[in-house]
C-alpha cells in the first residue's frame, strides 16, 4: 500500500531458497517487489497467509522508501599542482539508498577522458560520507585538467558532476649540470671552433631542439642546441 494506504501492488512469497527467504523448505517465506517509479515515503505491507484447509491469517509490516537522488557537495581538488606530484580529489557524497561506488575521472586539457581514480570512503557511512583519492601528474601535459565524478547507489543509479578542475604547472627552474668545452684544434685561436657541452635536467623534461643561451664574458651570446 502506498503512503495514502491505497493498494498499488501485491506479490507472491515463497520458500524455495530463491527470493531471498534463506534456505528451500526451511518455512521462511521471501519475495521481491520492484519500487521503480514508486514516490519516497512510508509504505505499508498487508501479509495473507493461507493454508491447505483454507485458513487464513494475517499481519501488517511498514518500510520507508528513500529518495534514491544523489547529491554532490563540497568537492575539491588540490590545484595548482606541481609537475611530477599528485592531485588530491575529494567530494562528499549523499544518497538515500546507500553508495556503492564513486569514481573521479580524469580528463586532459582538451576534456578527453586519460585516466580514472576509485575513490575511498574516509569518513561518513553507506548514505552520507566524504571519498577521497589521489592521481599522479607524472608524464601528463601541462595545463588544466577537469574531474569528472561517477556515483552509483545501491539500486544501480549512476550519477555524474563535472565541477572540478586542477592545473598542472612547472615552476621548478631547470638544473645545469657539467659543462665542457672541447677547442678544435687543442690550443684554438681567433676564428677556430670550440664546441661547449652542458647537461640539462627539468621537471617537465626539456623539449627536443630547445635552445640554451651561454655568454662569453667579453665576446657574446651564444645558443647550444639540443642533441
Given at each position: 500500500?502506498?503512503?495514502?494506504?491505497?493498494?498499488?501492488?501485491?506479490?507472491?512469497?515463497?520458500?524455495?531458497?530463491?527470493?531471498?527467504?534463506?534456505?528451500?523448505?526451511?518455512?521462511?517465506?521471501?519475495?521481491?517487489?520492484?519500487?521503480?517509479?514508486?514516490?519516497?515515503?512510508?509504505?505499508?505491507?498487508?501479509?495473507?497467509?493461507?493454508?491447505?484447509?483454507?485458513?487464513?491469517?494475517?499481519?501488517?509490516?511498514?518500510?520507508?522508501?528513500?529518495?534514491?537522488?544523489?547529491?554532490f557537495s563540497a568537492q575539491s581538488a588540490t590545484s595548482p599542482v606541481e609537475y611530477g606530484s599528485s592531485v588530491t580529489i575529494s567530494v562528499h557524497v549523499v544518497d538515500g539508498s546507500g553508495i556503492t561506488s564513486v569514481v573521479a575521472r580524469i580528463q586532459q586539457p582538451d576534456e578527453t577522458d586519460i585516466d580514472s581514480v576509485i575513490l575511498a570512503l574516509v569518513g561518513g557511512d553507506a548514505y552520507g560520507a566524504t571519498y577521497s583519492g589521489t592521481w599522479?601528474?607524472?608524464?601528463?601535459?601541462?595545463?588544466?585538467?577537469?574531474?569528472?565524478?561517477?556515483?552509483?547507489?545501491?539500486?544501480?543509479?549512476?550519477?555524474?558532476?563535472?565541477?572540478?578542475?586542477?592545473?598542472?604547472?612547472?615552476?621548478?627552474?631547470?638544473?645545469?649540470?657539467?659543462?665542457?668545452?672541447?677547442?678544435?684544434?687543442?690550443?684554438?685561436?681567433?676564428?677556430?671552433?670550440?664546441?661547449?657541452?652542458?647537461?640539462?635536467?627539468?621537471?617537465?623534461?626539456?623539449?627536443?631542439?630547445?635552445?640554451?643561451?651561454?655568454?662569453?664574458?667579453?665576446?657574446?651570446?651564444?645558443?647550444?642546441?639540443?642533441?
Amino acid at each position: 500500500e502506498s503512503p495514502d494506504e491505497t493498494i498499488i501492488d501485491s506479490i507472491q512469497l515463497f520458500d524455495d531458497g530463491l527470493n531471498g527467504d534463506g534456505a528451500g523448505g526451511d518455512n521462511q517465506f521471501g519475495g521481491y517487489w520492484n519500487s521503480s517509479g514508486a514516490a519516497p515515503g512510508n509504505y505499508f505491507l498487508d501479509l495473507e497467509v493461507r493454508d491447505a484447509k483454507n485458513l487464513v491469517d494475517s499481519g501488517v509490516d511498514t518500510f520507508i522508501l528513500s529518495d534514491p537522488t544523489t547529491t554532490f557537495s563540497a568537492q575539491s581538488a588540490t590545484s595548482p599542482v606541481e609537475y611530477g606530484s599528485s592531485v588530491t580529489i575529494s567530494v562528499h557524497v549523499v544518497d538515500g539508498s546507500g553508495i556503492t561506488s564513486v569514481v573521479a575521472r580524469i580528463q586532459q586539457p582538451d576534456e578527453t577522458d586519460i585516466d580514472s581514480v576509485i575513490l575511498a570512503l574516509v569518513g561518513g557511512d553507506a548514505y552520507g560520507a566524504t571519498y577521497s583519492g589521489t592521481w599522479s601528474t607524472s608524464g601528463e601535459n601541462l595545463g588544466t585538467y577537469w574531474i569528472d565524478i561517477d556515483a552509483t547507489d545501491t539500486l544501480t543509479n549512476v550519477v555524474s558532476d563535472e565541477t572540478l578542475t586542477f592545473d598542472v604547472e612547472d615552476t621548478t627552474s631547470p638544473v645545469i649540470g657539467a659543462t665542457t668545452d672541447a677547442p678544435d684544434p687543442a690550443d684554438p685561436e681567433a676564428g677556430d671552433t670550440v664546441t661547449i657541452s652542458t647537461t640539462l635536467t627539468d621537471l617537465a623534461g626539456v623539449a627536443a631542439g630547445a635552445n640554451t643561451n651561454v655568454t662569453i664574458v667579453g665576446i657574446g651570446t651564444f645558443n647550444l642546441v639540443n642533441v
